[in-house]
């Protein structure tokens, strides 16, 4: 068996592991779940793929057609399809984030890293294992497969990855200009950007005819009506407490780790910034159409962990501690999460702690190695 399937393998059982232990120390939101009761989100993607039963066909649930759809085609009961499809979409986001880790220039080690701090986002995994009937983690997958189809160079596989990801939800065209802004050799390239808005229409094309053509009874849902009641008060509500808004969609979404790491490698992450802007800025400007807040930030993770892998690979190099003790901060941060049930997100004093005490153990490790412990 060679090296590359025994890659496949560990990492996915290793996701597979971690993320079977969030599904047992999360409480699921199933029909007997108080909160099943609420008008959330989980309404209508049921009434979509139990056929419209109800005729309750609002926007912009409508137009996230490929989750509910595979959840009608599946042939157990609609819970268990939805729990079968989230679980399956974290688990394979988790395996395609390695490659497309790997993919652009990471070992091993700190590719795997990455997975784990992937896995330690309580807001992208957790909260996804809890309320289950939603499209977010099909998103997920979509998002970073068209990550890897770019760095990869893989275009027929982009146009497709961004076409199926546009229909299990909107969000996945804010990866579309990463095609340019992650291979672009210069500022200004009209042949890559030409073939990049190729590549893109298809998806740009079925983005559109979903909005056309797919029935909703809110007439109300458009940009306009959107930033007006929502947009305008969320920008309100920031500039009255700008401090909490700020934790909250910063260290409150990501945690202290990933927000802190990349300023370990301020030069490689500002450019690493600038290339993955499209995907954060797009994250973030969701906040002004819609609701909820950390679910829709947290989709900038690809870009978020490849900047603090950046950063956790500086440290290395610099402490000279051994490559594989990289994952000893994820998998901590993982232990932590899993220690309460109710978190989405560790209290930062406790990962705060864990990120100094981590850094210590790098240090001390990396001194360990440049010792010489032989006898004259």
């Known amino acids: 068996m060679n090296k590359q399937r025994w890659e496949i393998i560990f990492v996915a059982s290793a996701v597979f592991l971690c993320l079977g232990a969030f599904f047992l120390r999360t409480d699921r939101m199933t029909y007997s779940h108080p909160d099943f009761k609420e008008e959330w989100d989980h309404v209508f993607y049921i009434e979509m793929a139990l056929g419209h039963p109800a005729n309750m066909r609002l926007a912009p649930f409508e137009y996230r057609v490929l989750n509910p759809f595979l959840a009608k085609s599946l042939p157990f009961d609609v819970l268990t399809n939805f729990a079968l499809l989230s679980f399956t979409a974290l688990w394979l986001t988790g395996m395609v984030s390695y490659f ?35 499209s977010d983690p099909l998103g997920f997958l979509f998002m970073v497969a068209v990550v890897w189809s770019v760095v990869t160079r893989k275009d027929i596989l982009f146009l497709f990855l961004l076409a199926a990801g546009v229909a299990a939800k909107e969000n996945v065209v804010f990866a579309a200009p990463l095609y340019y802004t992650l291979n672009a050799k210069k500022f200004a390239d009209g042949r890559l950007l030409l073939r990049a808005l190729l590549l893109t229409a298809p998806a740009l094309a079925l983005l559109l005819a979903l909005r056309m053509f797919v ?29 909490d808004y700020l934790l909250l969609y910063s260290i409150g979404t990501f945690g202290v780790s990933l927000f802190f790491l990349p300023f370990f490698a301020v030069r490689k992450t500002l450019a690493l910034l600038v290339r ?9 400007l969701s906040l002004l159409f819609a609701h909820n807040d950390t679910r829709l930030i947290v989709a900038a993770f690809p870009a978020v962990i490849v900047m603090a892998l950046r950063g956790l690979e500086f440290i290395v190099e610099r402490t000279g501690a051994p490559e594989r003790f990289v994952v ?8 932590l999460l899993l220690f309460k049930k109710e978190w989405y997100a560790i209290p930062s004093v406790y990962e705060a702690a864990a990120f100094v005490l981590f850094l210590a153990f790098l240090m ?8 010489d412990y032989s006898i004259p």
Do not use: C, M
């Open 100 to 134: 497309a880790f790997k993919a652009q220039g990471f070992s091993v080690s700190l590719a795997f890293a990455g997975v784990l701090f992937f896995l330690s986002l309580g807001w992208a995994v957790r909260f996804n294992l809890y309320d289950f009937w939603l």
């Open 215 to 243: 029935p909703t009874v809110n007439e109300e849902y458009n940009f306009a009506t959107l930033l007006q009641n929502i947009g305008l008060k969320r920008i309100q509500q920031i500039l009255r407490d700008p401090r």
């Open 276 to 284: 993955y802007s499209p995907l954060i800025a797009g994250a973030y």
């Open 328 to 335: 000893a901060l994820p998998l901590t941060l993982i232990l």
């Open 364 to 371: 001390q490790s990396g001194r360990s190695a440049k010792v």
